[in-house]
């Protein structure tokens, strides 16, 4: 279970700090299910909106580079 919990937390792109606060929630005996669910619900919200600023930033990054493409190949074009 252990050996999950951090896989899936790694394929999510959970830091190891945050995996390891998961885990250990997890494992801890004075946490109740509802502390340990809103401690994962909280990091996955948080974890959800890293990675929609991400996609923006990727996505502004390839608008980018295909601008950059284009007149780099219209630039091309004109020597020829």
């Known amino acids: 279970m252990r050996l999950q919990l951090i896989l899936k937390g790694k394929r999510l792109g959970f830091t190891l700090a945050e995996i390891?606060?998961?885990?250990?929630?997890?494992?801890?005996?004075?946490?109740?299910?509802?502390?340990?669910?809103?401690?994962?619900?909280?990091k996955c919200m948080e974890q959800i909106a890293h990675l929609?600023?991400?996609k923006r930033e990727i996505e502004e990054a390839i608008v980018e580079l295909k601008r950059t493409h284009d007149t780099l190949t219209q630039m091309i074009d004109r020597t020829r």
Do not use: F, Y
């Open 52 to 54: 929609e600023q991400q």
């Open 20 to 42: 390891a606060e998961m885990v250990e929630a997890h494992e801890r005996n004075d946490a109740g299910p509802d502390q340990q669910l809103k401690l994962s619900r909280e």
